[in-house]
């Protein structure tokens, strides 16, 4: 069946909902999700807090959204490079600009994602972790087939190193212009995977 396209209406209501998962992202950031109420949040995108509830069960089904939603965009980005079957190098390589465009355009998230995990219910963690531990292993798949005489573990500890340094950009983004950060932050990455040479190569 040819599913039909959205309407005017509901492009709206989703650009809506969008824009407040942005507002409610750098206030979660900026504030931590227990200093953000409702209120707040609807104050931010010019609405009533009880106006929210149009488009999200509860503040925590916000946070729920935020962080399910910023997992299955990482996954969905994952699959789109592994469907253009690059070499095992090139699609590492993407991978790492990938993840980098990511951290440097929703730093607020990366922030969010860190600090706030444990205030998810349960089930929406789970997933999280399920769809962190999905994007993972694609990545470790990858390595190893480059450096198999490193071990899966080893390979998923240094693979944890790099994520950790490309979602460093809500602490680095300030310091140096935003090419300038990506570029030191791409060198690094891909230094530790490829080595010195390989990564000035980039």
């Known amino acids: 069946m040819r599913r039909m396209s959205a309407s005017p209406r509901e492009r709206a209501k989703a650009q809506r909902r969008e824009r407040y998962l942005e507002a409610a992202a750098a206030l979660i950031a900026e504030r931590g999700f227990s200093g953000v109420s409702i209120d707040l949040l609807g104050a931010a995108v010019g609405v009533s807090g009880p ?8 503040k925590e089904d916000i946070l729920t959204q935020l962080l399910v939603g910023a997992s299955e965009r990482l996954l969905a980005g994952y699959e789109v490079i592994i469907a253009e079957e690059l070499s095992d190098e090139e699609t590492l390589r993407k991978l790492v600009h990938f993840h980098l465009d990511f951290a440097t355009n929703e730093r ?39 450096m198999p005489e490193v071990s899966r573990a080893d390979l998923t500890v240094r693979l944890h190193a790099v994520f950790g340094l490309l979602n460093s950009t809500p602490y680095s983004g300030s310091l140096a212009s935003p090419t300038r950060v990506r570029a030191i ?18």
């Open 185 to 202: 932050l791409a060198e690094m990455a891909l230094s530790s995977l490829f080595g010195a040479e390989a990564a000035a190569t980039n």
């Open 51 to 58: 106006a929210l509830y149009r488009h999200f069960s509860s």
């Open 108 to 146: 607020d998230v990366i922030l969010a994602q860190e600090r706030e995990l444990g205030n998810l219910p349960e089930e929406p963690r789970r997933q999280v972790r399920s769809l962190q531990r999905r994007y993972v292993s694609g990545w470790v798949a990858i390595a190893g087939r480059l």
